[in-house]
């Protein structure tokens, strides 16, 4: 959201966050295992059913380290992963062959983009949509003009997009925000196609001197910030939304003035955060915002 941004002092640093973990994964004193490998880093291994222990300790670690900043910690990997993809695990569990073809890609995979963690999500992606009779996702991003906005009116007035959305807007408050020459300048709102159909809203903003409180202490003018949602409820939840992002976020990082993308949903929006960590994201931290709190994540370029 345009009016949706800042923290005034981040309660997690980048830095602080990645200190935790590079902790852990240097191995740790009380255990004398690791969990997880760098991030961007992908290693294929069999199950290890120290895997929950370790799992606690880490996270047991973590919130010694964050206190009450901490609103929740969650493992997200392969049990997050087949936990919500019911469909694809009866579909390996069926065929043999195809689950032997995706055993066979994911250390193919692992072997090129040892490195490189989100070329091998979006390869593993790939395979898993085409196994679900899926369609590949492109998108095209059309710049919002004043024809759009009775569509878009009618969008933030949806139950799904109010749930998480600032309150929705009358067509001439979009228009004074978006469209008139009074306009904020450095925010560039979207409407996303998929083939030739609009199936959602996203913007961009300058991060560093949005005013109105937010992000006080932002000082690389490279930063950018997104906000977006999905039109329909029906298309919640199929990984339209992260496909959106990841070809939203590449779009703005061919400006090679744009350092980092952030986006900050909700803490209780788990739905966005999981699916912002699958188009690259890394969660920052808590923060608070002046409106209300929210989950800081980001996206450096070189990562993605
Ligand atoms: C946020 C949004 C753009 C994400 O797009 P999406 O296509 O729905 O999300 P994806 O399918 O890419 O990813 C969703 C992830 O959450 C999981 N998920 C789906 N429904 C969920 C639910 N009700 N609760 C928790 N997790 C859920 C999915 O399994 C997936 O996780 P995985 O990658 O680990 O399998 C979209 O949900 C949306 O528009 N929501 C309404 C408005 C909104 O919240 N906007 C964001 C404001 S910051």
């Not at 959201?1 to 009380?30: F, W, Y």
């Not at 949806?158 to 008139?180: D, G």
């Not at 939304?241 to 939203?248: D, N, V």
Request: a positive charge.
């Amino acid at each position: 959201m345009k009016n949706h941004r800042i923290p005034e002092q981040p309660a997690v640093t980048l830095s602080g966050h990645r200190d935790a973990c590079a902790t852990t994964r240097g191995g740790s004193a009380d255990t004398g295992a690791a969990i997880g490998v760098a991030p961007g880093w992908v290693r294929i291994v069999p199950y290890d059913d120290r895997w929950p222990t370790l799992f606690d300790a880490e996270a047991a670690r973590l919130r010694l380290h964050l206190g009450s900043l901490a609103r929740g910690i969650e493992h997200i990997g392969s049990t997050a992963y087949w936990t919500s993809r019911p469909r694809f695990r009866d579909r390996l569990r069926a065929d043999r062959r195809l689950a032997d073809a995706y055993a066979h890609l994911k250390r193919a995979l692992a072997a090129t983009f040892a490195s490189d963690g989100l070329r091998y999500t979006d390869r593993k992606d790939a395979f898993v949509a085409a196994a679900l009779g899926r369609p590949a996702l492109t998108f095209t991003f059309k710049p919002l003009a004043p024809e759009h906005l009775p569509m878009l009116h009618e969008w933030l007035h949806r139950p799904h997009v109010r749930q998480w959305w600032r309150e929705p807007s009358t067509i001439a408050e979009l228009e004074r925000e978006y469209v008139l020459p009074s306009a904020d300048s450095s925010t560039h709102a979207y409407i996303a196609m998929r083939d030739d159909s609009p199936v959602g809203f996203i913007q961009s903003y300058v991060v560093m001197g949005s005013g109105g409180g937010w992000w006080t202490n932002e000082t690389d003018p490279g930063a950018r910030g997104i906000d977006q949602f999905l039109a329909n409820a029906s298309d919640l939840g199929h990984g339209i939304g992260r496909a959106m992002i990841r070809a939203f976020v590449d779009r703005l990082f061919v400006d090679p003035r744009v350092t980092v993308v952030q986006t900050d949903p909700a803490p209780g929006n788990e739905r966005a955060i999981r699916s912002y960590h699958g188009a690259g994201f890394a969660i920052v931290g808590g923060i608070d915002t002046p409106d209300g709190p929210a989950t800081l994540m980001r996206i450096e370029r070189g990562i993605r």
